[in-house]
């Protein structure tokens, strides 16, 4: 079903600052005049840690692993598998689960992962490249190809456990990672079902600002400046980081407000997280800018798309775009009321229930 989404209101300049990163980008390009001037980061990848530190409590119909697995460019993945109890030796059908971008798989992959796995699946959450448990040098910088590349490799991971049917393998993509869902699963032809949920299409919004509000000239400007900044980059033999993330100073619009109820509070804070007051490196926006994600979104089909959004969401214009380009079979599920974050972690708003139907329909 679709519905017609409200007029957004462009923000102006100085709101653009999504999560710290969107300073990067269009018309905050001044941040980065003054990024240079920033210090490199000496984090590295975090030793895996056995304890339970997610942002939500554990289920205890559901096994938990934690795993690691490879890319296809060598980097060593960690995830969070969640297998529901007392179906040892089935072979069962699987999610791969990641977002939103810049999150960890302790806050909402790892929601959604643990609640389809206590549904039937089994249900894999992972850190992509570069950020949380995951490896990857440099630190909190992200890729259109390296992060959709994730989502295939944990396709081959799933596919090669032994309680995984590989033929009943689906994709749940949250926030900035569905975009890269959509991409993957248009390549991935092992990929039998994809979901989005509060999607964004993040080489659109690094390239054009929300609502397309960029000019020609300020994406002109903020691609002359990160490409000035690769050469500061260079001598200092590693990158100068943004903004820390989320950290308010008045005046933000909604938006910006609720993802600091998120990410910077105990509801959903993890100090793994880029979005939990850490910063993307400041040329992270580059790769983005010219790589559009949905170009082949046309491509999926025959198989299904599901895409999730907030009635209230101000990135509500993704999924409609998204769900314009995608051919059939496809669905557009309008959640009443709910706004961008709260398909985070809100359990009362997520449509499980149509998540669930719809992964047993296209996976069985």
Known sequence: MTQTSPDLQTWPASAMDRRGLMKLTGAGVTALA????????????????????????????????????????????????????????????????????????????GLYAQTMAARGFVALAFDPSFTGESGGEPRNVASPDINTEDFMAAVDFLGLHPSVDQERIGVI????????????????????????????DMSRVMSRGYNDSVTPEQRAQSLEQMSRQRWVDARNGGPAYGPAANELKGGEPQFLVDYHAYYMMPRG????????????????????????????????????????????????????????????????????????????????????????????????
């Open 34 to 109: 003054a990024a240079s001037l920033l210090p490199t980061s000496n984090a590295k990848a975090q030793t895996m840690t056995s304890d339970w530190d997610k942002v939500f409590p554990r289920n205890d119909t559901v096994d938990h692993q934690k795993v690691t697995f490879t890319n296809r460019y060598g980097i060593t993945l960690t995830g969070d598998l969640y297998r529901p109890k007392g179906r040892d030796g089935q072979r069962l059908a699987a999610l791969a689960v990641g977002g939103p971008f810049g999150a960890v798989k302790e806050q909402s992959s």
């Open 173 to 200: 993509g949250i926030c900035g990672w569905g975009g890269m869902a959509l991409n993957a699963v248009a390549t991935d032809k092992r990929v039998k079902a994809v979901a989005t949920s509060t999607m964004y």
């Open 269 to 364: 804070y993890h100090a793994r997280a880029v979005n939990s007051g850490n910063a993307w490196s400041v040329t992270t926006p580059l790769s983005f800018m010219t790589f559009p994600l949905m170009t082949y979104i046309a491509e999926i089909s025959p198989r299904p798309i599901l895409l999730i959004h907030g009635e209230n969401a101000h990135s509500r214009y993704f999924s409609e775009a998204a769900f314009a380009a995608a051919t059939e079979p496809k669905e557009l599920v309008i959640v009443p009321g709910a706004s961008h974050v709260d398909l985070y972690d809100r359990v009362d708003l997520i449509p499980f229930d149509r998540l669930t139907q719809f992964f047993e329909e296209h996976l069985s």
